[in-house]
């Protein structure tokens, strides 16, 4: 055990001082000695950015590709739909149309058939 001296506050404060500035120059050598390394792993940090934001992009551009394409897709067979979609309705409307055009003639025939019973039947009398 050390032998315990009587120390005065003038002492104390040197004493404390003193050891306040060797820990200083301490930290300040370790900074100094460590600064090689800190900037190494400084460019290494800065490139492992660098890398997650291209592949960041990369994964945002397929992204937004991908959503184009299905987007694009969607467009398609929306235009097919509508397409078929006109398509039957054209055909029904020609479909009523020719129904339509059988009914006039259908009914311009029996009119015809009328008329010409009713001719047979006033020249029979007269």
Known sequence: MRAVKNQDLNDRRSAASDARAAQLQAYRAAI???APTREAKQAERLAIA???DARRATR???KLEEQNRIAAEAAEREAVIAAAARAEAEARELANKTR???VLED???RKAER???YANRKARRA
């Open 115 to 117: 008329d010409r019973r």
């Open 100 to 102: 339509i055009a059988r």
């Open 60 to 62: 945002e551009r397929v």
């Open 50 to 52: 660098e890398a997650r």
């Open 32 to 34: 100094e000695a460590a």
């Open 107 to 109: 009914e311009a025939a």
